[in-house]
């Protein structure tokens, strides 16, 4: 069974810039979620996705944004960049007929400069 | 008021010790408990899942949610120095958002 994969694992950027993470989804599972870990602090949920629609969203602005393709892998895009934004980005994937147990993958790291 | 909260920490304690992990939460729709654990740079993995009150076993791992009072424990038996961690509660009401506590930070000496 392949779990979750994220790529890229580490990337810095500047202020203003925009950024594309990737994730697939552990096989089986048709639903994505989205989080933001701050150093320190516990995953705050960004998003989560299901059948390619945005089925629920947490206090993120609109410049996070996000896809799920028909194959169930997902982006999390962020524009305009803020130093605010640099955290580690975490993918989790889900049953939709499940009982809602996140398997997360290793995350993105994002340092805003 | 978060909606999960827990202490920081760090906990340190020496190996073989009986480690006690909790945290309080504030929305009573609640329905479903869970632990995580974080090493150092990966991802969260499900430890323990509990659906509503009660107490829940495995291995050196024992899970208990007590609804009435809102509060969540997880103690580890026997801990070994593999179990430094972070670990982290969590709730949903079985929608689509889980609520994370801030991590407590675990270290066990041998």
């Known amino acids: 069974e392949t779990g979750v994969t994220q790529s890229p694992t580490h990337l810095i950027k500047t202020r203003g810039q925009q950024v594309t993470l990737r994730c697939s989804s552990q096989?089986?599972?048709?639903?994505v979620s989205w989080y933001q870990q701050a150093l320190g602090q516990g995953p705050q949920f960004i998003f989560q996705?299901?059948?390619?629609?945005?089925?629920g969203r947490g206090n993120f602005p609109p410049r996070f944004s996000g896809l799920q393709f028909p194959n169930y892998s997902s982006e999390l895009n962020v524009n305009a960049l803020e130093l605010d934004d640099s955290a580690l980005y975490l993918c989790?994937?889900?049953?939709?007929?499940?009982?809602?147990?996140?398997?997360f993958g290793e995350g993105s790291r994002l340092t805003v400069l | 008021q978060k909606e999960v909260e827990q202490d920081p920490g760090p906990l340190s304690v020496p190996e073989g010790a009986i480690v006690s992990l909790n945290c309080t939460y504030s929305n009573s729709a609640f329905q479903y408990f869970m632990w995580y654990r974080q090493y150092s740079r990966k991802g969260p993995e499900l430890l323990m899942y509990?659906?509503?009150?009660g107490n829940k076993e495995d291995g050196r791992f024992t899970a208990q949610v007590d609804k009435s009072s809102k509060y969540i424990s997880l103690f580890i038996r026997d801990s070994q120095p593999s179990d430094s961690a972070t670990y982290l509660c969590?709730?949903?009401?079985?929608?689509?958002?889980?609520?994370f506590g801030a991590g407590t930070r675990l270290f066990v000496k041998a």
């Open positions: 096989s089986g599972h048709n639903t």
């Open positions: 969590a709730s949903h009401t079985g929608g689509f958002k889980t609520i």
């Open positions: 996705y299901y059948r390619e629609e945005e089925n």
């Open positions: 989790a994937s889900t049953r939709a007929s499940g009982t809602g147990e996140l398997f």
């Open positions: 509990t659906y509503s009150s």
